[in-house]
């Protein structure tokens, strides 16, 4: 199923939230396969809720609606969420066409391996979505746990991180878009799809994420989507109705991965090489002195941390930052871990004097 979606056309996953009952199931299926962009559809049976008591998902109910859709509609794919071997089993039961592992799930190896070995007889696609921590290895590592086992149809999704957002405090979870960038460079074969429902939270924000997302490479995407969001028993800010998700789709630009490069862009390239250059040897000039300075305050007995001269420049260069047009986060966050590394070579610097090694 997700084998030959790198490079192609974009494939666009689809669904509620959750299956809440035949009719909504039924009719919000019906609406997106009419749109006649939708290859896949998406629907939770069992919810991970994070306190006990709510709405949890209508269960095996959920895949037997499904079943019966798939009857009527014997070309509409179906896939669901599995979080443990009981539910692998179900779905294949009733027929499920691909499965989905949630972000709780993913960044759990035991799960991931139980849910590899339940699948390993009879394969069926799976999509993983990125673990709750901005970890591509972990996120690396549940897939290559699945292709041992020998399910080789996958795919990553992206669904961004339960980390504290300095970036994108308007989104419900943090893109940290280098991780799924990262996962492409380590595993290049994987097509990659982005959730922009749980990465935004917001409907309004789901169409500039897509486009984001497209910009950056992704192969597809995976939208909730249901008939009366406003109804919906779970994730009602982030649902469309799958008009909205229609007309969505028509304003998204694609970005063809294998396009010539004008040479208008080699220009600028080379101009941003020439800054990148200047950056490192800037970096390893300013860590050069920070070494000098760990030898005068070890020479007088000082702190290598002192707290009072690093508010002062944070103080002076964050409005300098702004006023050169830099984001006042993305400023403090660079200066943040040049000073941590500038930190980290002092005490280098001092643990090595002190125990007789040789200076650097
Ligand atoms: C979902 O897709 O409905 C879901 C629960 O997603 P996630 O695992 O990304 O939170
Ligand atoms: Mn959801």
């Known amino acids: ?121 009879e394969p069926l ?28 149809d996958v795919a990553a999704v992206h669904r961004g991180f339960s980390v504290p957002s300095p970036l994108h405090p308007e989104m419900r979870n943090d893109p940290v878009w280098r991780i799924p960038l990262e996962l492409r460079r380590i595993m290049p074969q994987v097509p990659l799809l982005c959730d922009p429902s749980h990465l935004t939270g917001d409907k309004e924000q789901v169409a500039t994420c897509c486009q984001t997302a497209l910009n950056l490479g992704f192969d597809g995407l995976m939208i909730e989507s249901h008939i009366h969001p406003e109804e919906a028993l779970t994730d009602a800010r982030q649902q469309l109705t799958p008009a909205k998700l229609h007309a969505l789709l028509d304003t998204l630009h694609p970005r063809p991965s294998h396009a ?13 090489d020439l800054i990148d250059d200047e950056l490192l040897k800037l970096l390893a000039q300013r860590l050069n002195l920070s070494r000098h300075i760990a030898a005068v305050k070890e020479a007088h007995g000082l702190c290598t941390y002192q707290p009072a001269r690093w508010g002062d420049k944070l103080g002076k260069l964050l409005p300098a930052a702004s006023a050169l047009g830099l984001e006042e986060a993305f400023a403090k966050d660079i200066l943040e871990r040049l000073h941590l590394e500038s930190i980290r070579v002092q005490e280098q610097r001092r643990s090595a004097n002190k125990s007789g090694t040789p200076k650097q």
């Open 125 to 152: 696609p799976v999509m993983v979505k990125n673990p709750m921590s901005a970890d591509a290895a972990l996120w690396a590592g549940a897939l290559e746990r699945l292709q041992q086992a020998g399910i080789t």
């Open 260 to 272: 010539p490069t004008p040479a208008e862009l080699t220009v600028l390239r080379e101009r941003l």
């Open 1 to 121: 199923m997700f084998q030959h979606i790198i490079g192609g056309d974009l494939f666009v996953v689809a669904g509620p939230c959750s299956a809440e009952s035949e009719e909504q199931l039924r009719a919000t299926c019906q609406a997106l396969m009419t749109t006649g962009r939708v290859h896949l559809l998406r629907c939770g049976a069992w919810k991970p809720r994070t306190r006990p008591g709510g709405f949890e998902g209508r269960g095996e109910e959920a895949l037997r609606w499904i079943a019966a859709l798939k009857r009527q509609h014997p070309t509409w794919l179906f896939a669901v969420e599995v979080a443990t071997p009981r539910h692998v089993e179900m779905a294949r039961r009733h027929g499920m066409d691909a499965l989905w592992i949630g972000a709780r799930t993913t960044g759990n190896p035991f799960l991931v391996s139980e849910l590899a070995a339940t699948l390993r007889e």
